[in-house]
C-alpha cells in the first residue's frame, strides 16, 4: 500500500472501505506500506509464497509492481502472478478500463475489492520502455515523458502554496530552464494481419521421383494421411 497515494487519503480510503471487504472475504491479508518511491519495485523483486498481490495505489503504484515483476530473471513465472489493484490514487487508468469509467471513487473501490475477492482476472498488454541506465521500465496505461512530466514530480516541494502548487511547479521550472525540450527514439512494431508473424508454414513436401507418378495413392480420410 502506498500510504502517500492521493495526498495521504488513499491509506484512510483503504482502511474504510478495502479492509473490511478483504476481512469478510476470509482472505488472509498481509499489509505493506511502502517508505519511499521505488520500494513497490523492490518488494516485488523478492516476493515469494504469495497467490495474489494487490496494489492500493495509483497508476503509479501499478506500474512500479509490474516493473519489479518482469526485471526477475523468472519473469516468466512471476508474470502468472495475479495482481489486484486497489485504486485510491490519483490517477486509477487501469481500474476504470477494466470496470467502467463513469463509476464514481468509492463505487469503484468497492468493485474492485469485489473483482479480487471473485478472482475474476483479465489480461492485459505491457509496454517496456529502455532507458539509458540499461533497465527496462514497464507500463500498462500510458507513458508521461518531458519537461511537464518532470515539473510535475516537483510539485510536493511546494507544498506550501497549497491548491496553487501543481501550476507554480510548472511555472518555476520554466523560469529556472528554458526553452524545455526532451529528445528520444520511438519505434513499433505495427501490428500483424492474422498470424503472418507468429505462425511459421509447414515445410514443403520433399519432391517425387519420378517413378513415383506412376503409382496409385490413396487416402486415409480418418487421419487425412497419404499412404
Same mark, same amino acid.
Given at each position: 500500500m502506498n500510504p502517500a497515494a492521493r495526498d495521504s487519503e488513499g491509506r484512510k480510503l483503504f482502511e474504510k472501505h478495502a479492509a473490511p471487504l478483504l476481512h469478510l472475504a476470509g482472505l488472509q491479508v498481509s499489509i505493506v506500506k511502502t517508505e519511499h518511491e521505488g520500494q513497490t519495485k523492490e518488494l516485488m523483486a523478492v516476493i515469494s509464497d504469495t497467490d495474489a498481490v494487490v496494489i492500493a495505489g495509483g497508476d503509479g503504484s501499478l506500474c512500479e509492481a509490474i516493473t519489479g515483476l518482469l526485471r526477475r530473471p523468472d519473469d516468466d513465472q512471476t508474470i +502468472? @502472478? *495475479?495482481?489486484?489493484?486497489c485504486p485510491v490514487g490519483k490517477t486509477n487508468t487501469i481500474a =476504470? %478500463?477494466?470496470l467502467r469509467g463513469d463509476l464514481s471513487d468509492?463505487? @469503484?473501490l468497492g468493485d474492485s475489492m469485489l473483482?479480487? !475477492?471473485r478472482e475474476e482476472t483479465q489480461t492485459f498488454d505491457v509496454l517496456s520502455i529502455a532507458?539509458?541506465? #540499461? +533497465? *527496462?521500465v514497464f507500463a500498462l496505461a500510458e507513458i508521461q515523458w518531458g519537461p511537464l512530466r518532470d515539473a510535475a514530480e516537483k510539485a510536493s516541494k511546494y507544498w506550501?502554496? #497549497? *491548491? @496553487?502548487? +501543481? %501550476?507554480?511547479t510548472y511555472v518555476i521550472s520554466s523560469l529556472k530552464e528554458w526553452p524545455q525540450y526532451a529528445r528520444g527514439k520511438l519505434s513499433y512494431v505495427l501490428p500483424c494481419e492474422g498470424c503472418s508473424k507468429c505462425f511459421k508454414s509447414p515445410p514443403p513436401p520433399p519432391p517425387q =521421383?519420378?517413378?513415383?507418378?506412376f503409382l496409385k /495413392?490413396?487416402?486415409? /480420410? +480418418? #487421419?487425412? !494421411?497419404?499412404y
Open positions: +502468472k @502472478l *495475479p495482481i489486484g489493484i =476504470r %478500463r477494466m468509492i463505487r @469503484l473483482a479480487v !475477492i532507458s539509458d541506465q #540499461g +533497465k *527496462p506550501y502554496l #497549497g *491548491p @496553487l502548487k +501543481k %501550476r507554480a =521421383r519420378w517413378w513415383q507418378s /495413392t490413396e487416402n486415409n /480420410t +480418418k #487421419g487425412n !494421411i497419404k
